[in-house]
């Protein structure tokens, strides 16, 4: 009966997939099984729950291609054509221009900044963890950029460059707790979309695009939190995750769309609508997130 209700789950419509309460048992799902642990007694227990958990995964994930199918069907599969689809996500791509950036660049008080942080915060799936996951058992060219790019959020062995702890400064600098139960599930969407994507295969292409559609558009997001962070008083020191990513993003997207995108498209077409669906999918999430923050900056929300 367990088994069924799951089962019910994971066929269901986009209403149950998009919720509250189902996006917060994936993140806590997540957050456990990727975690290192010690095997136990009770391992065939924890598998038959990752295999429900999976399929509840996998039901999410196909709801979000429903949404975007048409849209990546479009986008060229010659490397050429299809590289310029892929750069002008920048200015045309879901959520792309949203007000809530200027907004927060030039007007946010400090209260509107940190509530937004820390729905960053808790939605964080580790851009470093997503890009070693996804990187395994790719093509030569590919896989060499990802661990340069992995390299790079490793702080090139420095653990002072390291991106990860430059986040947890500003975070422990605005006192900030961020936790699954207290953020709003567009985040979580998103940070679970992003982790399935890198952790599930059949979806390996699909992550290199939701990877690549980061570095393109994260400079302008990462440059007007800089901005609100530096007019509202903080130190170079705090500010330096945004600063350092409304810079660094931009080459790290060339490098991405050159070095990972061309070659896989150029040794098999098909995948240039996979990567489109795994960048519109992220992008999506991304649009829905932004819009709730509005909702819940702007007027206070209602819950929804």
Known sequence: MAMRALQGQADAPAPILFSESFQRRIAHWNHERLAPQFPGADWEEWLERDTRMLRLEGGFIEALRAEIAAEAAAAPTDVDGFIDWFEALKENGPGQGDPLFPWIADDASIEDVSWFLEQEAAGEAGFDDLVAYTQVKLPAAPKLELARNYWDEMGRGNPKGMHGPMLDVLVETLGLTPQIDTTVWQSLALANAMTAMATTRRYAWHSVGALGAIELTAPGRSASTAR????????????????????????????????????????????????????????????????????????????A
């Open 228 to 303: 609100a962070l530096r007019r509202l008083g903080f130190s170079g020191h705090q500010r330096r995750y945004f600063d350092l990513h409304a810079v660094l993003d931009v080459k790290h997207s060339e490098d991405w769309n050159r070095e990972a995108l061309r070659p896989l498209v150029a040794e098999d077409p098909r995948r240039a609508t996979a990567i489109a669906e795994g960048a519109l999918i992220r992008l999506k999430c991304g649009e829905r997130c932004f819009a709730r923050y509005r909702q819940e900056l702007w007027s206070g929300g209602d819950g």
